[in-house]
């Protein structure tokens, strides 16, 4: 009997939310005035290589923020070693935390990233990478290893730039494989 009674006083205030509040003539759910949907959709790149022999780290800006800085570290007789990225909001994110390499000289675009390339080298792993801004047709390399080959380049759809990245690091090597995380732009706000 008390659980027939409990569901009928729930049942009858849900009832009465759903009546329209006479005094603003407005429903309680109502959303006018409130901030539109600011979800933008998002989706990975497909992998920089076929090489999965590492393990995945995956770190991603908050919504609303762009990755507008690019920083890799390269460690001599392993290549790349590490990424930092920078969010817009100065939110900074290492991914493997190996302290072992030299940092590369940082990219910066703080109209964000639409592109990222790998250079891979049988033995070593990704040596060195291609970042492309969103505003720009030219590419900037981490660094001036050449030796190895590129991967194909990893393009955001137009209208969306980089958010976040996975890496794929193997012990004994650094990092052996990446993608990238593209999200679409609203409102043409880039650092939003």
Known sequence: MKVVMVSCV??????ILLFIDGTSGMSVFDTRGAKKNRVRESKWTSWSNGNFAGSAISKTCPDDQIAVGLQWDEQGGYGLVDLNMACGNGLNFDFTNNRNGNQNSKQACSSGFKAIQGREQGGY????ANMQCSDSSNWRASNGNMNGGWNGALYCPSGWVITGMEVQEQSGYGIINFRARCTELRGGKKGE
């Open 10 to 15: 729930f049942l009858a205030s849900v009832i």
């Open 125 to 128: 792993g990704i040596v060195n």
